[in-house]
């Protein structure tokens, strides 16, 4: 795998993670799961095309996190993958010098 696909990986959750930890951002979600909730709550029962779209919302929600968090997972494994790369590099370069 190219060292750069990598490390870009590594860079893009590094940016997820600055938007899952930003106070601006976590309010915003928390207050767009209260309105939801809160709409959820106070629906009329037969009111289905207005019910479907509290639940859409909600899913696009959970969706946007759900790939913040993707990402951030995906830059953990990137990583680990970059050390093993370095490893076996240092590996290699070490059998060299002992020839």
Excluded: W, Y
């Excluded at 959820?40 to 696009?60: F, M, T, Y």
């Excluded at 969706?63 to 990583?79: C, H, N, P, S, W």
Aim: aromatic share 4%; charged share 30%.
């Amino acid at each position: 795998m190219d060292n750069r696909t990598l490390e870009n990986r590594k860079f893009r959750a590094a940016d997820a993670k600055q938007l899952l930890d930003n106070p601006m951002l976590k309010e915003a979600f928390q207050s767009l799961e209260n309105a939801l909730s809160s709409a959820a709550l106070s629906c009329e029962p037969d009111n289905k095309d207005k019910a479907q779209r509290i639940v859409i919302s909600h899913q696009l929600l959970a969706g946007i996190k759900r790939e913040l968090t993707r990402i951030v997972q995906d830059g953990a494994i990137a990583d680990v993958q970059l050390s093993e790369i370095e490893q076996k590099r240092q590996n290699i370069f070490q059998r060299v010098l002992n020839r």
